[in-house]
């Protein structure tokens, strides 16, 4: 398990040290695992807010698989030429 190094303030230190018992890297280690877990759930939510809207955008397309795949090349020729222009 890889290991980090925390600075803290020095009323902290001096206040964890009273409380010697504790086994403060449990104590951090969880609390960065709920954090980065809380992190990762928003990620997923916003994600999945903007597929709902994308969706909500495309309900009444009638742009076939085909001709996004032409759209597709277009985008992608264009992008080709615009960065073959800069690096003239």
């Known amino acids: 398990m890889p290991n980090i190094t925390l600075a803290l303030p020095e009323e902290i230190f001096t206040l964890m040290k ?7 890297s449990e104590v951090a280690r969880q609390a960065i695992e709920r954090y980065a877990k809380k992190l990762a759930l928003l990620e997923k939510l916003e994600y999945e807010a903007k597929m709902k809207q994308f969706n909500e955008l495309l309900k009444e397309s009638t742009l076939t698989e085909e001709d996004v795949m032409v759209l597709d090349e277009k985008v992608k020729e264009s992008l080709f030429k ?3 222009e800069t690096l003239r």
Request: charge should be positive.
């Open 18 to 24: 009273k409380y010697s018992e504790i086994r403060w």
């Open 82 to 84: 615009k960065i073959a």
